[in-house]
């Protein structure tokens, strides 16, 4: 039987601090795979491949050495989970090969946006006039940082976009998930039906990786290991609410990683769409906080 781990805010936020460094370093390594810097430009479906690959080897790895106990999966909702995080990821590995990783980051904050939106349908929540409002905010900022002029448009933001979409959809399956299996269980069954995804889809479009390819791929899984590792133990010990705003440290670390990488300093543009998204997610995570403490027959504002 899982046991829930006690409450600390304090590791939660470091915890998430260090997963945000990780994530940010993974796109950085997808950004480079998707360019000729170490060879030929890599397909991003390779890049996924490689992904949960090695993520995949880590996890194994901590199994042997751990002996978690691991409970009896859910088969279709991990399919589903993985299908929508493989397709997800295959999406923001692609258009981050095109535009600034502050911007595609920022983008990718929509998740839980359109997680929100989701759901409705899915798992029969209401939503009030303030998550709507803070979904409005959110997708403005959005709007902001796809630069809709015909002088400005970026069309690889759409690939973001698009990514943010399916991960949001992805945020209820593992909802759903977290009420059967412990953290652990559901990190390694999503890894090892990734691989299976990844290594059927990868078979149209390999090609054989440089050995400096092969260290990037093996990176960006053992980055992703690291990061979901970090974020889901702070997910068991903090409320979302009071985690979610640490998250956001991506887009700095995207940033950073940005302007040390490629010279490439986030415009006026990138910093008022980011901040638009940063603060209507941060009033969805208020709006979360407010009604996990509200009494069970309180109103929905």
Known sequence: MYQAKPNNPTLAALLIGIATAFIAATTLFAKALGTD?????????????????????????????????LQRPHFGLHLIRTLGGWAGLVL??????????????????????????????????????????????????????????????????????????????????????????????????????????????VIFVWEPPTVAQWGLMAAIGCAMAVAQTCFVNAMARADASFVAPFSYGTLIFAAIYDVIFYDVVPDFITIIGACVIINGALLLAWREGRRRISLSGEQDL
């Open 37 to 69: 810097q170490f060879g030929p430009v890599m397909h991003p479906i390779q890049i996924v491949f490689g992904r949960f690959l090695f993520a995949f080897l880590s996890f194994s790895i901590a199994v042997i050495i751990l002996q978690p106990q």
């Open 92 to 201: 923001m590995f692609a258009s981050v090969a095109y535009i600034p990783l502050a911007d595609a980051t920022a983008i990718s904050f929509l998740n839980p946006v359109f997680g929100m939106i989701f759901a409705i349908p899915l798992l029969g929540e209401r939503v009030g006039k303030w998550r709507w409002l803070a979904a409005g905010i959110a997708l403005t900022g959005a709007m902001i940082l796809l630069r809709p002029t015909p002088t400005s448009f970026q069309p690889a933001a759409l690939l973001a976009l698009g990514a943010a979409f399916i991960l949001g959809f992805e945020l209820n399956i593992i909802k759903k998930l977290t009420q059967r299996e412990s953290p652990f269980s559901i990190l390694f069954v999503n890894n090892t039906i990734g691989l299976c995804i990844g290594g059927l889809a």
